[in-house]
């Protein structure tokens, strides 16, 4: 009885583990080096500019990250740090103090 009870709480682990691989890239796209990881310097000039969503967009693309953390004013952060993120903070008025990666 108690071998039955393992094999059903087991099967939906197993059905998780049969998942297919992640789909190629297209051909037509080179491969990036360095792909995702953040460069902060090239976004620099954003800072002053109003916290918008394009501003956002932009500052994602310049720095080369692949997620973007938007800091509200007196908002606390995780300390964890992550080479794929660029962290955009704005004041009160929704000006953008400051642009690091991590």
Request: aromatic residues 4%; charged residues 20%.
């Amino acid at each position: 009885m108690r071998i039955l009870a393992l094999g059903v709480l087991a099967a939906p682990l197993v059905a998780c583990a049969a998942s297919s691989e992640p789909p190629a890239a297209p051909a037509d796209q080179p491969p990036v080096e360095n792909a995702g990881e953040c460069d902060a310097a090239p976004a620099q000039y954003h800072i002053g500019h109003d916290a918008t969503e394009a501003m956002g967009a932009a500052i994602l693309k310049e720095s080369g990250a692949r997620t973007l953390r938007w800091g509200s004013p007196n908002s606390a952060w995780t300390m964890d740090y992550r080479p794929d993120r660029v962290n955009v903070k704005y004041d009160e008025a929704r000006k953008i103090t400051e642009i690091t990666c991590g």
